[in-house]
């Protein structure tokens, strides 16, 4: 409405009785939600009856232009009512805000995981909620990321995510609509002649920003025409947006303050998600893949797994020590920035402390996978043992030596040396025990089964200290000289050993040199 309104042409629609209209203030900005200040004179008595109900009563200003035409200049709904007795007659005062002041009530926590959905789409979906109509004035696009709304009203969630494509909430709060713009409309108020204006020139600085280059220059201009946030205007041949726009309506005549900048200073800054910053969000594992993991969070009342996000498996415990969540399981979503894009499953939630017996010693140390290993760890034993029917184990005890038991096959191999160092080295076995050096050229086997087997490219036996049989003197009772046949002995004992060649003398003298009774004879 350009033409000029007066205070005595205001109306208010509302649920009370009035008389006058003293003085009303309304303030309109870019992004955020108008506000309505009026002061009327009403009837104690009638007032007083109504005024505790007032609150969240719709309410309706009316403005009538010289030429008698009627325009609503505000729609909403009360904030606070006060009133005040003033000697013969009693006044109240009215605060208003946006009917989308219902969206900015109660907070919640919920998430949009699907991310084939469209900004647009979930803006839709949260206004319909409370019988909104969207109007897009955006390019729209698919959401890169969950979106996670943690402990926000649906009113600053909606400002923040239509701020990552550079826009901002502008209700149409006037003739009873329930619509709200999203950015900047394309509305035209006409043109504005500075030269029959009180004005002055202004630099828009965005907040954060001190680089000259971002600065724009704008205007902010006194008169008296009625001009909504949102409507493009033109000063000397150029387009201007309203950012801002405060209107007074006082001593009968109304008197308006709008602040205009060039379009491209409506294009808004990410809003982060301070709220989330170091937050953690359990939920219900619904699928594993790789190291990757589709959830069902609390926050949510139902999640569908083809529609899950996969969230990235990221323990505290790096990748040294860690299993995979199962299906079923709860695990830890954790927020580390104020940004949905770094979410990461951090950890499970133990849910078996209660029932389970191994776990009530906090002293005992269990990390057991689905496939019946485990790693444990005791104040006076550590090891590693596979589960299913107790076939393998390896224990280090601080009370006995190191164990290594298994119902199966033992096998040590190296590609370099292999040692066993100790005061005593037991190895026992049911059946057959082998030691093998495995040589293309020369191999060696030691087998010790029913009998004693020694095969290699060379033999030596070592032979041992000689033994000195201390005998008495005395005897009990006559010597008895004992015959001992010894024909073939030396032949079978021979053929008994492993050797290539047993026709050279050296060998010969070494095997000789091992049996005393064989050297004798020989």
Request: aromatic fraction near 8%; charge should be negative.
């Amino acid at each position: 409405m350009e033409d000029m309104i007066l205070l005595g042409q205001l109306q208010l629609k509302c649920n009370f009785e009035y008389q006058t209209i003293l003085n009303c203030h309304l303030h309109a900005q870019y992004g955020e939600m108008t506000r309505l200040k009026v002061s009327c004179i009403v009837n104690f008595k009638e007032a007083y009856n109504t005024v505790c109900r007032m609150q969240e009563e719709q309410i309706e200003l009316i403005g009538q232009d010289e030429e008698g035409r009627q325009e609503s200049l505000f729609y909403g709904l009360i904030d606070s009512a006060e009133l005040k007795n003033v000697g013969d007659y009693a006044v109240l005062e009215l605060q208003a805000v946006s009917g989308i002041w219902q969206m900015d009530v109660e907070k919640k926590s919920r998430s949009f995981q699907d991310t084939t959905r469209t900004y647009r789409d979930i803006t839709e979906e949260i206004a319909k909620e409370y019988s909104f109509t969207v109007r897009w004035n955006l390019p729209d696009g698919a959401i890169p990321c969950p979106l996670i709304q943690y402990q926000e009203t649906d009113y600053q969630f909606l400002s923040r995510i239509v701020s990552h494509l550079g826009g901002r909430l502008l209700p149409e709060d006037y003739g009873k609509k329930k619509e709200v713009n999203i950015g900047l409309p394309q509305k035209k108020a006409g043109q504005i002649d500075l030269a029959q204006h009180k004005y002055a020139a202004l630099l828009y600085k965005k907040p954060g920003r001190t680089s000259v280059k971002d600065r724009r220059q704008g205007y902010q201009i006194y008169g008296r025409e009625f001009i909504r946030v949102g409507e493009t205007v033109t000063i000397s041949g150029r387009e201007y947006g309203v950012m801002d726009s405060r209107v007074s309506f006082a001593h009968n005549s109304i008197e308006t303050c709008i602040s205009v900048y060039p379009r491209e200073c409506f294009q808004a800054d990410k809003i982060r998600a301070d709220q989330l910053k170091g937050v953690v969000i359990e939920g219900e594992v619904l699928q594993t893949k790789g190291e990757v993991l589709r959830l069902h969070l609390d926050i949510d009342d139902k999640q569908d797994a083809a529609t899950a996000y996969d969230y990235p498996w990221r323990p505290i415990t790096g990748n040294m020590l860690y299993c995979m969540p199962e299906k079923g399981t709860k695990a830890a979503l954790y927020f580390d920035k104020n940004d949905e894009e770094n979410a990461k499953a951090i950890y499970n939630i133990r849910e078996n402390g209660e029932q389970c017996g191994e776990l009530a010693d906090y002293h005992n140390r269990y990390f057991t996978t689905s496939y019946e290993k485990r790693l444990y760890m005791k104040p006076a034993e550590m090891g590693l043992v596979h589960r299913e029917d107790q076939n393998a184990e390896i224990a280090l005890s601080d009370s006995s030596m190191l164990r290594a038991k298994t119902i199966n096959k033992l096998s040590i191999l190296a590609e370099g040396q292999v040692q066993f160092q100790a005061k005593s080295v037991t190895v026992t076995a049911p059946k057959e025990i082998t030691l093998v050096r495995k040589d293309l050229t020369k191999p060696t086997v030691i087998n010790l089964c029913n009998a004693f087997d020694a095969i290699g490219h060379v033999g030596s036996f070592k032979t041992a200290s000689k033994q000195v049989e201390q005998k008495s003197v005395f005897f009990d009772g006559d010597s008895q000289e004992e015959a001992f046949v010894l024909h073939g002995v030396i032949g079978t004992i021979l053929a008994s050993i492993p050797a290539e060649n047993m026709e050279e003398n050296v060998l010969l003298e070494r095997v000789a040199g091992s049996m005393p009774v064989m050297a004798k004879l020989l």
